[in-house]
């Protein structure tokens, strides 16, 4: 006789009256919040800004913080009106050290990146270890010493004083070195040199396309970056048609303490001075789109 295995019973999950085991409960919304609040915190400046840039000299400081006025018109008149139209001397200016330094600062990046990240020779750990290094040195920093460099060679007080400190940019070359290892292959270089193409030809033919949209990155950095810079220009520059809008807007604010209605003139500025960022944002996302959809398809 043959000895019959105790049955053993089988719960089948399909079966509704099956008892199930609940999920956890995630607070699904906590990150929306937490976003929500870090955007309320960055854009309640700009909402500001929006709001004062309406108002008149009388009424800055007068109404309730948010409630828009009237007088934006009339302090566009005296925005271009100040000192025969400086201020747009100034964006003009910063558009020059911002569009020039960020260009040349991602070229210089993104031919250093590549060079580090595809290229083996010695020294190489340690020159992107000084790299890493010169990530973790404040700007502020380096300000007196590149003024006292420059002195020397009697660039101060130029346009190259505030272009030639902002193209060498140690986080952009660190950013451009990541890029380039994981966005260009070396089998497309080897067969490239195979073909017999120079490394010249190569980088600016197969890898710099490759590399694109992770130097869209380091150049827009490095704009708003240079955009947003205060205290070089600050160090290096004493005429006013050299300064950028940072620093004029700065000496206006000064002129603020004696003359009130240059409040107005000031935030203004601030305003325009803003929209260029924002545009360029907007222009250049498209960039990151193009290159997300190309990984998800090569994944």
């Given amino acids: 006789?043959?000895?019959?295995?105790?049955?053993?019973?089988?719960?089948?999950?399909?079966?509704?009256?099956?008892?199930?085991?609940?999920?956890?409960?995630?607070?699904?919304?906590?990150?929306?919040?937490?976003?929500?609040?870090?955007?309320?915190?960055?854009?309640?400046?700009?909402?500001?800004?929006?709001?004062?840039?309406?108002?008149?000299?009388?009424?800055?400081?007068?109404?309730f913080t948010f409630a828009p006025g009237g007088d934006l018109p009339a302090n566009l008149g005296d925005l271009s009106a100040y000192s025969g139209g400086i201020y747009w001397k100034w964006m003009l200016n910063t558009l020059l050290y911002a569009g020039v330094g960020g260009l040349l600062s991602a070229l210089v990046s993104g031919l250093s990146g590549y060079t580090l990240a595809k290229y083996r020779f010695a020294g190489r750990s340690v020159i992107f270890n000084v790299l890493l290094a010169g990530v973790l040195v404040p700007g502020v920093t380096l300000a007196i010493p590149q003024y006292l460099l420059l002195a020397e060679v009697g660039l101060t007080d130029t346009y190259w004083a505030v272009l030639l400190p902002n193209i060498l940019s140690p986080y952009g070359i660190y950013l451009a070195r990541i890029y380039a290892a994981a966005a260009v292959p070396d089998t497309v270089l080897e067969a490239a040199r195979t073909d017999g193409a120079s490394e010249g030809r190569i980088f600016g033919r197969v890898a710099l396309p490759m590399m694109l949209p992770g130097l869209v990155t380091v150049f827009l950095f490095q704009f708003v970056a240079i955009w947003n810079n205060f205290l070089l220009p600050f160090v290096m520059l004493s005429d006013d048609d050299k300064f950028p809008v940072t620093v004029g807007l700065f000496t206006l604010l000064n002129q603020g303490q004696t003359v009130p209605a240059l409040y107005s003139v000031v935030i203004v500025g601030v305003l325009i001075s803003i929209l260029p960022l924002i545009a360029l944002f907007l222009t250049l996302q498209r960039y990151w789109r193009l290159d997300l959809v190309s990984g998800s398809v090569k994944g």
């Fill in 1 to 63: 006789m043959t000895a019959l295995a105790p049955s053993v019973p089988v719960h089948d999950d399909a079966d509704p009256r099956a008892p199930r085991r609940r999920a956890p409960r995630r607070a699904a919304w906590l990150p929306t919040v937490v976003l929500l609040i870090g955007a309320i915190y960055c854009l309640l400046p700009v909402a500001w800004v929006l709001a004062a840039s309406t108002k008149g000299g009388s009424s800055l400081f007068t109404s």
